[in-house]
């Protein structure tokens, strides 16, 4: 993080990354002296509210991150911005978007958490979105403009006030992560019924935290001299929607050797948690989460390298699970290698329902079109982990035949996917 005196006194010259957290109301154009340079803004956390018009000076600017402040609108400088692809405004306060707010070439946009309650007429202008993130607003329906982003991979509407889903979306050819639980027409009001029991939270003792995620904290905890996994969710709203519904989809999912196993739930007027059984410490992360520059694909740690019959392994044990979640009536929506733990033997544990839908209020069409965009995901992932096989490896029959599968359920026509079923023949 840097300050403001340093950028002041021009120690900050030649930089094209800068942070400012210093309970901003206004921008400071000290800044503009870093336009040649500058490619990464953040000024997320302060209290900023507008741009200046001479902001478009920023002529390098790929990023700007200007979550949680004051903004009421989107400005419409951004628009000016020339080499612009990513704009977060994560929880502000925005209500108003008005037409060509944005560049042309927007590829990442965040508006989780804001007042939002339309989206401009000319949304489907922005043709190279790829990352749209919307969840917590009171959106009641979308432009069918948007239609015509058909770059879009990834796209958040839990926890609006939608009345419906369009067919359109779910037809677009590059949407490979969904999510839309706890809208108007698919909102949890109190949780699914459940063989699991309740739990008070009193019959636990947390011990330390084991991890943390967006929507809750993971405890190490004991019960009965037992140790346990506990999740205690935050109550509020994620960038990826309601703890409720993700706890209803965690439930309604079931059990599978895949699944890491729910023991019971915490379901009181304060907290809501879940109860897991406590993974092997031998279990680690398939990959690493995407970053600034691969958006929506996964990336993985220098030096990863799997066998190619180890994706095969993994693959076989992925389908399988995400046919179980279907035929459930559950879609994961987010289907990533960050999300999918391995052992030494590259036995599968997935979790992580944060971004999950219950798909059982659609028509029959539009669940197995939501199962044709996780095939999608499937596909990717599965790409991905081609991409760490050794050279020697990608020479082999497998490695062809896994690379055929992967590039079969990413195919742009949906209906031309696979099932995952389908996948499971072609995986024997």
């Given amino acids: 993080m840097n300050t403001l005196a340093e950028l002041k006194a021009g120690k900050l010259n030649g930089v094209t990354r800068l942070q400012l957290v210093e309970?901003?109301?206004?921008?400071?154009?000290?800044?503009?002296?870093?336009?040649?340079?500058?490619?990464?803004?953040?000024?997320?956390?302060?209290?900023?509210?507008?741009?200046?018009?001479?902001?478009?000076?920023?002529?390098?600017?790929?990023?700007?991150?200007?979550?949680?402040?004051?903004?009421?609108?989107?400005?419409?400088?951004?628009?000016?911005?020339?080499?612009?692809?990513?704009?977060?405004f994560k929880g502000n306060q925005i209500s108003e978007f008005a037409l060509s707010s944005l560049p042309k070439n927007i590829e990442w946009l965040i508006l989780t958490d804001n007042t939002l309650s339309e989206l401009p007429e000319d949304f489907g202008n922005y043709t190279q979105l790829?990352?749209?993130?919307?969840?917590?607003?009171?959106?009641?329906?979308?432009?069918?403009?948007?239609?015509?982003?058909?770059?879009?991979?990834?796209?958040?509407?839990?926890?609006?006030?939608?009345?419906?889903?369009?067919?359109?979306?779910?037809?677009?050819?590059?949407?490979?992560?969904?999510?839309?639980?706890?809208?108007?027409?698919?909102?949890?009001?109190?949780?699914?019924?459940?063989?699991?029991q309740n739990i008070p939270l009193e019959n636990f003792q947390l011990k330390k935290v084991?991890?943390?995620?967006?929507?809750?904290?993971?405890?190490?905890?004991?019960?009965?001299?037992?140790?346990?996994?506990?999740?205690?969710?935050?109550?509020?709203?994620?960038?990826?929607?309601?703890?409720?519904?993700?706890?209803?989809?965690?439930?309604?999912?079931?059990?599978?050797?895949?699944?890491?196993?729910?023991?019971?739930?915490?379901?009181?007027?304060?907290?809501?948690?879940?109860?897991?059984?406590?993974?092997?410490?031998?279990?680690t992360n398939l990959g690493l989460p995407p970053s600034l520059e691969t958006c929506t694909r996964d990336t993985f740690n220098d030096g990863c390298n799997y066998p190619v019959e180890a994706v095969y392994k993994i693959a076989k044990q992925m389908a399988n699970t995400l046919a179980h979640l279907h035929d459930n009536y559950v879609s994961h929506g987010d289907i990533y290698a960050h999300n999918t733990m391995i052992n030494e033997q590259y036995d599968v544990l997935f979790g992580d329902f944060g971004a999950a839908t219950n798909l059982a209020r659609l028509s029959e069409y539009q669940q197995q079109q939501m199962q044709l965009i996780e095939v999608r995901a499937f596909g990717c992932l599965i790409d991905d982990l081609l991409s760490t096989v050794s050279t020697e490896d990608k020479q082999s029959e497998l490695f062809s035949k896994m690379s055929d599968i992967a590039q079969h359920a990413m195919q742009p026509e949906p209906s031309l996917r696979p099932s995952f079923n389908d996948l499971l023949k072609e995986l024997v």
């Fill in 210 to 283: 084991i991890g943390q995620g967006a929507s809750g904290v993971i405890h190490l905890a004991n019960a009965e001299n037992n140790n346990v996994a506990v999740k205690l969710f935050k109550g509020a709203i994620t960038s990826d929607g309601y703890p409720l519904d993700e706890v209803n989809c965690c439930l309604q999912a079931g059990s599978h050797i895949n699944l890491i196993n729910v023991l019971s739930y915490i379901e009181q007027s304060t907290q809501l948690g879940l109860v897991m059984e406590l993974i092997d410490a031998d279990y």
């Fill in 23 to 88: 309970e901003l109301t206004e921008f400071p154009h000290e800044i503009f002296t870093l336009a040649d340079t500058l490619e990464v803004l953040d000024l997320s956390n302060n209290n900023l509210s507008d741009l200046p018009t001479e902001f478009a000076c920023l002529h390098r600017l790929k990023r700007v991150f200007l979550s949680f402040n004051q903004f009421k609108h989107i400005p419409k400088v951004l628009a000016k911005c020339p080499a612009l692809i990513m704009v977060a």
């Fill in 130 to 196: 790829k990352k749209l993130a919307l969840a917590g607003n009171n959106l009641k329906h979308l432009p069918t403009s948007m239609a015509n982003c058909t770059n879009l991979e990834l796209v958040r509407l839990s926890a609006n006030n939608l009345t419906k889903i369009d067919d359109w979306l779910l037809e677009l050819p590059k949407l490979a992560w969904l999510a839309f639980a706890g809208n108007e027409f698919n909102k949890a009001e109190c949780l699914t019924k459940s063989t699991l």
